[in-house]
Each structure stands twice: as structure tokens, then as C-alpha cells.
């Protein structure tokens, strides 16, 4: 079944493109995906794009990209008045010659952000520098990144808005100050909020974002979308039914919601016993993906364990992506393919 008629030019589009630029048309995660009507990729780093067989991967994969790292404040604006471009400007260029959207992640975020960021500047001051570093962005890739991660990572645990610089500085209406300002600079552009642990209804984040959004909607701030990160680990609970109704509840409001970073990660330490509850996790989310309407995209966030962030950041946990650190494909991935297949 074709969900929605966008996707169906897209998937058409990427046909031509296949024939032209001489890559097969077997049935990959892409393009079985896009005949579902649903957008797949992966996060890339700068370094696949020098690795055939990541390059490989990725076109297998990916009718959208998104950046890992190079479009976050800190490498692509590491000073007032300097811009580094040059890795943001190549995943556009390969996004394009393989038929793929891409989406930037992201304006702001309170990670991996440059020195000059100063919580000591005054309101007038933070805007200013929030309004050109979204002109700047947005001016330059106009019509050719058509999605933004505009706020990243916006709530706190508990629901509430996290203490950011922007927070601290400009104060509660950071964000749509920032989307109102995305909006302008680029008015055909895809505009999200994107965070962690804000898929499950009935968690304090999920509803705290949900209502939030709601009331942007209310006031006419420019939202399209919300994102889920969906950095899921297996010890806690995993409920699809949940996430579901969360789904939905934002295309009552007239919201997308975009599975973004998805990976699922289990312990390194007897890992195959956990493999099947992992393969159930990644199989129930791409079948909400596929099958609610207002999700337009299913992106993982990387897809090699050789390159994944989960490692160094959680404990103990790994074999969170579909390919092995040798890039095989694994058995969850497999039985995701038949599943687009059926
Ligand atoms: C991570 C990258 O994968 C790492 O390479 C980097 O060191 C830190 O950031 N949520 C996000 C992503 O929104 O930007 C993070 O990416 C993972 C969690």
C-alpha cells in the first residue's frame, strides 16, 4: 500500500535516478521502504564518505541523510565569524547525486557547541547570533536541505524546558523564536523539534513535549514535525502501544513525527540472549513508521557497530545497529527486509 503520494514521486524519482547513475535496482531497505511511502536512512559520518563499502551501505539504505556530527555548531560555525562548510557541503552534494533528501542536525542544541557561545550575553545579543546562525544556514542550503532539526534536546527528565544557553539568555521563547526565524529564511523547509524520551505517551518528557507543541500550533508558530530519537535500550520497558497513540495524537494536531536516531542497544555481555528482544523493538517500530500516516521517515543513527556512538556513551551496551562491526547484515535487518517485502 502506498501511504502518501509525496513519498510515491520520490520512490519514482530514485528509479530514474538508479538507471541513470548505473547503481541495481534490487530490492533494498530504500526502495522497499519508499513503496510503503516512507522515507529510510542513516546518520553518516564525515569519514564513510572516503569508504566504498560504508558508501555502499548508505545508497542501500537511504532516501534521506542526516549529519552525525558535521552540521552541529561546533565544527560548522566554531567562531563568530567563522564557517566551516566543506563537510556539510559534500553529504549535500552526495545526497543529491544519489537522489536523497537530506535533513540538518541540527541549529541548537546545548552539546558540542564553540566557546564564543556566552550565557553572560544579553537577550538582544543571543538573538542576534541565534537569527544569523540560522540565516546563514538556511540562506545557503535553501531548496536543497529540506528538513531542519531547528531545537535539539529541549526538555529536562521532568518536562520541563532544559536550562540552556538559549533558555537562560533569551528566556522561554527561545524556540519559536527560532522556528518563526527558520520559517522565514526558508519557507518550504521541514521544520522540527527533535528529543529522547519522548515517545512513550504517559512519560512526563512525551506529554510535556506534546502539549508544548499543541500550543505552538495554537499560537500559529511555524511547526511541522517532531522527532523521536529513539535511542532505545532493551532493559526498560518497551511499550508499541504507547508509542503509537503518541504517534497519532500528533496527527490529530496536524504534527509529523520522524523516527530520527533510531538504535536499539543491548549488553555487550551475553548479547545474543537479548538479540530476539531487540529484533522485536526494531520490527514493531518500522511498522508503526510504515504504517501511520503522519511518520515520514525512518532514520538510524549510524549503521555499522564498528562507528556507534552507543559503546562510548552507555556502559556495557552495544549491537545496536543492523550491520556488525564486519558489515554483515544482521538477522534483525533481514527479517525487517521481508517485512517491507510483504
Ligand atoms: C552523537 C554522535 O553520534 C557522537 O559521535 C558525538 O560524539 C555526540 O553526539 N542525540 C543526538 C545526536 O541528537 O546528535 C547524538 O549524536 C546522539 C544523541
Known amino acids: 500500500m502506498i501511504k502518501k503520494v509525496a513519498t510515491l514521486s520520490i520512490w519514482l524519482l530514485s528509479c530514474v535516478g538508479a538507471i541513470s547513475v548505473g547503481f541495481s535496482t534490487k530490492d533494498t531497505f530504500r526502495s522497499l521502504a519508499l513503496k510503503k511511502g516512507i522515507e529510510t536512512g542513516v546518520a553518516v559520518a564525515v569519514s564513510d564518505l572516503n569508504k566504498e563499502a560504508h558508501i555502499n551501505i548508505i545508497k542501500e539504505n537511504s532516501s534521506i ?3 552525525e556530527n558535521c552540521m552541529k555548531w561546533q565544527y560548522i560555525h566554531p567562531a563568530e565569524n567563522k564557517w566551516y562548510w566543506k563537510d556539510v557541503d559534500d553529504l549535500v552534494k552526495f545526497a543529491e547525486s544519489n537522489e536523497m ?4 542536525h541540527t541549529l541548537f542544541w546545548h552539546n558540542q557547541n564553540p566557546s564564543f557561545l556566552s550565557e553572560k550575553w544579553s537577550r538582544e545579543k543571543a538573538i ?7 540565516a546563514t544556514i538556511m540562506t545557503r542550503y535553501k531548496g536543497r536541505i529540506k528538513e531542519y532539526d531547528v531545537v535539539n534536546e529541549m526538555f529536562d527528565e521532568d518536562g520541563s524546558l532544559r536550562k540552556t544557553i538559549w533558555l537562560n539568555t533569551i528566556g522561554e521563547d527561545y524556540i519559536e523564536h527560532a522556528l518563526i526565524k527558520a520559517r522565514e529564511c526558508d519557507p518550504k523547509a521541514k521544520l522540527y523539534l527533535n528529543d529522547y524520551s519522548n515517545e512513550t505517551m504517559g512519560h512526563p518528557k512525551a506529554d510535556a513535549m506534546f502539549n508544548f507543541v499543541k500550543k505552538l500550533k495554537e ?5 511541522d514535525g517532531v522527532g523521536f530519537q529513539l535511542h532505545i535500550d532493551t532493559a526498560y520497558g518497551f511499550d508499541a502501544d504507547r508509542i503509537r497513540k503518541n504517534v497519532k495524537r500528533y496527527a490529530d494536531i496536524g504534527v509529523l513525527v520522524s523516527f530520527s536516531e533510531v538504535d536499539v542497544r543491548i549488553p555487550q ?3 545474543e540472549s537479548h538479540l530476539a528482544k ?4 526494531y520490527r514493531d ?4 513508521a510504515v504504517e501511520e500516516p503522519n511518520v515520514p521517515n ?3 543513527w549510524g549503521f555499522t557497530d564498528a562507528q556507534s556512538w552507543v559503546p562510548y556513551t552507555f556502559r556495557g551496551k552495544g549491537h545496536a545497529l543492523p550491520y556488525d562491526e564486519k558489515l554483515n547484515p544482521k538477522p534483525f535487518y533481514e527479517e525487517m527486509l521481508k517485512d517491507l517485502k510483504k
Do not use: E, R, S, T
Not at 533528501?101 to 540538518?104: A, E, H, I, M, R
Not at 531487540?278 to 523493538?281: G, R
Not at 517500530?285 to 508503526?288: D, E, F, G, Q
Open 65 to 67: 541523510v542526516v549529519a
Open 101 to 104: 533528501n537530506v535533513k540538518f
Open 128 to 134: 542576534a547570533v541565534m537569527d544569523d546562525h540560522i
Open 219 to 223: 499560537k500559529g508558530v511555524p511547526i
Open 269 to 271: 555481555k551475553n548479547f
Open 278 to 281: 531487540q529484533q522485536k523493538i
Open 285 to 288: 517500530l518500522l511498522k508503526i
Open 298 to 300: 525512518f532514520i538510524m
